[in-house]
């Protein structure tokens, strides 16, 4: 059964950074394609990142540049840096890997809630 198990949310001041990782248990994992999403009370969830398996990445518009997504394939691991947060970055954190999308799998989430 594959797992992806995020881990790196919490509670942090406006301003902050915190780093979520993604741990998958795939056994192909570099051929996947690795995301972000979240998705806040209320709202549909949305794509924050995505990094091919060669490294090539997408971010949302809305990020202004504040946010780096990595990948390590020895480790089966997918990193999203986060800087500079915002309020409005106050939502669950999904880590989701798409093989084509024949192959899909999300995460159960982490909670990051930004706060003073």
């Known amino acids: 059964q594959v797992q992806l198990m995020e881990s790196g949310g919490g509670l942090v001041q406006p301003g902050g950074s915190l780093r979520l990782s993604c741990v998958a248990s795939l056994s192909s994992f570099s051929v996947y394609e690795m995301s972000w999403y979240r998705q806040a009370p209320g709202t549909q969830r949305e794509l924050v990142a995505r990094i091919s398996g060669g490294g090539n990445t997408k971010y949302s518009d809305s990020l202004e540049g504040r946010f780096t997504i990595s990948r390590n394939n020895a480790e089966n691991t997918v990193y999203l840096q986060m800087n500079n947060l915002k309020p409005e970055d106050t939502a669950v954190y999904y880590c989701?890997?798409?093989?084509?999308?024949?192959?899909?799998?999300w995460g159960q989430g982490t909670q990051v809630t930004v706060s003073s």
């Open positions: 989701y890997a798409d093989f084509w999308g024949t192959h899909t799998y």
